[in-house]
């Protein structure tokens, strides 16, 4: 079958968020095989910091070009497993690793590909607590199954991992008839999810809050099929959550964004979400969750408690990609 092309689809699915990557990530994307790219999908590449040494899993990796990138962020410590459905995404991927690990100064592979259903993680062989990252495009909205994938991420996660995705949103639940159109599934359409569902089932599942990064609006080209969906809108939005342990204080902190030995690229700011911007050395007050993230989490190398008088606050957790309409 064909790839689709921006013709064939019924939303503006193809207008994706723009690429925002590490400082390193414009020169490992130049390091990715041109027919690699040429299946992009036109999804934007979005990251986030801290991926150096990581074990990563990127779900649904049908466009490949993620997994090459994320390779050679994490370097030779790191590893990626890429997973897919599809057999030939797995063996095209898999054709291609002598030419990226030689590209990318690599002494050994540092990308496995797999082949398993996104609910079918740790069937496929995946260990439990296997992953400090999990990145995806577009995987909830393409099936039901979601509560089968929320088990599988925080089996397959370690305590204080973190899940980084992009996801079709809705400002409300999508009505059954909707979900009857097989058609409408696989834009996401069918199966967004109402992005308050999203917060209560991450919660569910012993994640944090997933925390808003982007979003951009998507619109139904089709005026008869805005129609009969209910004009409900549409957001691509990326977001992000933790593994926190069930047991941790429920009492905010200070904490100061401090980035030892410039581990992330712009020593000056950080951006946790889309609520705020951290300066290095500002004492800031955060809430319990946000306290438990920079405690557990893999940011716990670049912040610390301090005991100082706060001079900002953190906003509340943003999750309403259409809070700004």
Known sequence: MADKTEQDYKTEMLQCLPSVLPHDGKAALSLVHPDIIAKNYCCGLRFPDLLSGLNVLSLGCGCLRDCFVLSKLIGQEGSVVGVDPNDHVISFGRSFLEYHRKACGLSKDNIQFVQCE??????????????????????????????????QLRDVLKPGAEVFFTEMVANTRIRDEVKKDESLWG???????????????????????????????????????????????????????????????????????????????????????????????????????????????????????????????????????????
């Open 118 to 151: 996104p609910d079918k993680l740790v069937d496929a062989g995946l260990q439990k607590e296997q992953f400090d990252l999990v990145c995806f495009n577009t995987v909830f909205g393409l099936t039901p199954k979601k509560r089968e994938i929320m088990s």
């Open 187 to 325: 834009e996401g359409i069918a199966g967004a999810f109402f992005f308050e569902d999203l917060v209560t089932m991450s919660r569910e599942y012993g994640f944090s809050t997933p925390r808003l990064v982007q979003a951009t609006d998507m619109r139904v080209k089709e005026p008869e099929l805005d129609k009969f969906i209910g004009g409900v809108k549409f957001s691509m939005a990326t977001y992000r959550m933790f593994k926190l342990p069930q047991e941790r204080d429920d009492l905010g902190a200070v904490f100061v964004y401090t980035n030892p030995q410039r581990a992330i690229d712009d020593m000056n700011v950080i951006e946790l979400d889309a609520g705020d911007t951290i300066q290095s050395g500002v004492p800031v007050q955060v809430d319990a969750e946000m306290a438990a993230i920079l405690r557990h989490s893999r940011f716990s190398s670049v912040f610390r408690a301090t005991s100082d008088k706060a001079t900002q606050v953190l906003k509340p957790c943003p999750t309403d990609p259409f809070a700004a309409e």
